[in-house]
């Protein structure tokens, strides 16, 4: 059964497209993603979905409630962590948590089973104001809040953006353990890296749903032969790939290109070429797809 459930949604700005015909459900006890970069419409429809915004076009269901007809119900059983941090930063790290929760008529004390291994974490600096915080403890007071009034879904909004690689590591533990006392997660990331923690993920780029699925048949689904390569002159041979008939993409991905050919051409063929260009120091070899080059090649189909 589904928590969520989106209905040819469409939503635009003035002259601006956000969101063109979306669909996807999201069941009940799912970790789901929404993976795209900024301006893909990711926070346009978690506003829709959190009853903050009217779309255009469609229709959209949380745990059965319509977003428009039923807004005041759905703000009963979600909890929503915008992608920026907007709680009170002149309150206490308590005081904001005691805000929250007396908003929903409970309190810390009949909910901190739910937040236990996560406030555990900021109980030292309680009386520290939120303002003060680093950008991963602020992350988990504002997981907090969202948590306090034991919602049936939780939305986060880009969560772990801006805050370091150490901080957004704990946080999907944390989501994990989440998603085990049963909460539905539906979860915006532009890290392509995080598609891989979701059970199941959307594509999403310019307000268009590219793929929907779990991010192993996403990724198994890309049969186009795929290179890492690299030179002691990785720019140059960025440069002369790209202008090669056989090369159909060629990206960079740390300190290696990942190089999809469209032609019949061996592995041996492209050294031999990298080779004739006087390049030295090189190194090749076949791999699998990321969910990068998956939404790269997906982004060029469309």
């Given amino acids: 059964m589904s928590a969520v459930k989106i209905e040819n949604i469409s939503k635009s700005f003035d002259t601006v497209l956000a969101l063109a015909q979306v669909s996807f ?14 301006g893909a419409g990711k926070t346009t429809m978690f506003k829709i979905l959190t009853t903050l915004l009217m779309p255009d076009q469609g229709k959209a269901y949380v745990e059965g409630f319509h977003t428009v007809k039923d807004y005041k119900k759905i703000r009963r059983i979600i909890g929503y962590m915008p992608g920026k941090f907007s709680l009170y930063q002149d309150l206490t790290v308590e005081e904001n948590l005691n805000f929250f929760a007396t908003i929903f008529n409970t309190s810390i004390k009949e909910n901190y089973h ?4 996560i406030y555990g974490q900021l109980e030292p600096f309680k009386k520290r104001r939120a303002g003060n ?9 504002a997981l907090s809040c969202a948590l306090i009034h034991e919602p049936k879904v939780l ?16 946080f999907w533990e944390m989501l994990g353990r989440l998603k085990a006392k049963g909460i539905t997660i ?25 793929s929907i699925d779990t991010p192993e048949h996403i990724t198994n689904a890309y049969h186009k032969p795929l290179y890492a390569v690299r030179s002691d002159d990785f720019f140059r ?13 060629v990206e960079p991905f740390g300190e290696y290109l990942h ?40 982004m060029q189909a469309n």
Avoid: N, W
């Fill in 259 to 298: 190089l999809t050919t469209k032609d019949q051409i061996t592995e041996h063929e492209i050294h031999q070429y990298i080779q004739s260009q006087g390049h030295s120091t090189i190194e090749l070899s076949a791999i699998e797809a990321t969910i990068e080059d998956v939404f790269l090649d997906l």
């Fill in 133 to 141: 915080l680093s950008g991963g403890m602020k992350q988990k007071l």
């Fill in 25 to 38: 459900d999201v069941l009940k006890g799912e970790l789901f993603g929404l993976i795209g970069p900024d």
């Fill in 155 to 170: 939305f986060l909004d880009e969560p772990t953006t801006g805050v370091d690689a150490v901080s957004r590591a704990e």
């Fill in 237 to 249: 041979l960025m440069k002369e790939l790209r202008g090669q008939h056989f090369a159909e993409r």
């Fill in 186 to 210: 539906v979860v915006s990331t532009p890290y392509m890296d995080e598609a891989s923690l979701c059970e199941r993920i959307a594509l999403i780029q310019t307000g268009k749903i590219l």
């Fill in 114 to 117: 739910l937040i236990a291994d």
